[in-house]
């Protein structure tokens, strides 16, 4: 009994670090794609994605799970958000 209750602790304490590295993992993919997909995007915003995203892969090099799905979700928060003119950046 004393196992299995040993085997559910570590599989709960170990789950968030496995969380961190999916959203660091699948945000910067999900931004690869985005950044592929998007017909144009204005130079400053292009500039400020692009800086996220090597803060993203930085702070995933450095071992900063957290950050990295941070700037990760940041960028494609720029890139989704609508334009000054009232459009998607996608559009």
Known sequence: MKRVSM???AAVLAAP???ADDLCTVN???LD???TTKP???EPLKQQVEEAKKQATDA???GDLKTCGTHAQR???LLNAPSEDGN???S
């Open 7 to 9: 085997f559910v602790i």
């Open 17 to 19: 670090a496995f969380a």
């Open 28 to 30: 910067l993919q999900k």
């Open 33 to 35: 794609n985005a950044m």
């Open 40 to 42: 144009v995007v204005a």
């Open 60 to 62: 995933q090099a450095a």
């Open 75 to 77: 960028a494609l928060q």
């Open 88 to 90: 998607s950046a996608d």
